[in-house]
């Protein structure tokens, strides 16, 4: 079936390091993919996004990479924080646009 | 900043009870959504809602559930008769335009424990 995963479930990391999270999907169709920040006890909140036709998108310090023959997709934090400190998901959005399908989740851990 | 709130943060149910999760999505914002995470898994899409009818539902969003916008500013998920399975925390969101367009935006979630 299709889904949306990632490769580490942990990933912890020194304070002004850079931070590299993975994510992997199945659906060869996906043509949208959106990283999300999902703080303790908080919902999810809109990081970055990228279409299918892209391979390269930047932010304010964070980057996200698409590798369509591979089916990946990575999210790179630069300088990394204490504040980034959170779970981060990617996620697919269907081709009609009504349903977002989440990965498993990362948790990024700063340490100071 | 415009957010999505939800209400109760926090809500204890016995097993059977019915439920009602309620949201009051941004206010220019046409596209609803509940999703849901059990703890320590990824987040679920459950039902999106639009133009006062059900766009897309998953395979979790049987019959027990059901979504109402009962005026203009909430929209509410009602679970009929809880199971202990339920207990999730239920997040709704809501965006602008399709998703594919537009940022959706997530409000803080709603805890629900059935016992």
């Known amino acids: 079936g299709e889904s949306v995963g990632l490769h580490l479930p942990t990933l912890s990391v020194q304070e002004g390091d850079n931070s590299i999270i993975n994510c992997a999907y199945s659906?060869?169709?996906?043509?949208?993919f959106i990283w999300y920040k999902q703080e303790s006890g908080k919902g999810p909140q809109f990081i970055i996004d990228?279409?299918?036709?892209?391979d390269k998108r930047q932010g304010q310090r964070v980057t996200v990479l698409l590798n369509k023959t591979v089916k990946h997709l990575s999210l790179q934090i630069a300088a990394t924080q204490p504040g980034d400190s959170a779970v981060y998901f990617c996620?697919?959005?269907?081709?009609?646009?009504?349903?977002?399908?989440f990965g498993e989740g990362t948790q990024l851990t700063v340490n100071p | 900043e415009p957010e999505v709130t939800q209400t109760p943060s926090h809500q204890v149910t016995q097993m059977g009870q019915e439920v009602i999760l309620r949201c009051v999505p941004i206010?220019?914002?046409?596209?609803f959504y509940w999703y849901r995470q059990i703890l320590g898994q990824k987040v679920e899409f459950l039902v999106s809602?639009?133009?006062?009818?059900?766009?897309?539902k998953s395979e979790i969003f049987d019959d027990q559930f059901s979504v109402e916008r009962p005026d203009g500013s909430n929209f509410t998920l009602k679970i009929r008769s809880t199971k202990l399975e339920d207990s999730a925390m239920y997040f709704c969101?809501?965006?602008?335009?399709?998703?594919?367009?537009?940022?959706?935006?997530f409000g803080q979630g709603t805890r629900l424990t059935v016992v």
């Open positions: 659906n060869s169709a996906s043509d949208y």
């Open positions: 206010s220019n914002h046409l596209y």
């Open positions: 996620a697919e959005i269907n081709s009609w646009g009504s349903r977002l399908t």
């Open positions: 809602f639009y133009n006062n009818e059900i766009s897309e």
């Open positions: 969101a809501s965006s602008e335009r399709s998703p594919v367009n537009t940022e959706a935006f």
């Open positions: 990228i279409r299918s036709n892209m």
